[in-house]
């Protein structure tokens, strides 16, 4: 994700049907090391774009959290 490189364990997404060599090139969505399951270009897409939107969201409220707190004088009524 956003061009790291990681070694994965593909155990749990290979088979007779679909050996080691037939993961090379797909999508696959990776938990703690692990690829989970295949997945295709699309859902990758819509993926990608969520996880997007999830790492604005938490710089916006990095930058709140680190905002000066209300001040108590001035509270609304």
Do not use: Y
């Not at 859902?43 to 999830?54: S, V």
């Amino acid at each position: 994700m956003g061009g790291v490189r990681r070694t994965i364990n593909v155990a749990f997404i290979v088979d007779d049907d679909h050996p080691v060599q037939a993961c090379l090139g797909e999508w696959v969505l990776v938990h703690i090391g692990f690829a989970m399951s295949r997945i295709d270009a699309q859902e990758a897409e819509r993926t990608l774009a969520l996880l997007a939107e999830l790492g604005e969201a938490q710089a916006e409220m990095a930058a709140m959290a680190g905002s000066p707190p209300p001040d108590k004088d001035h509270r609304p009524a």
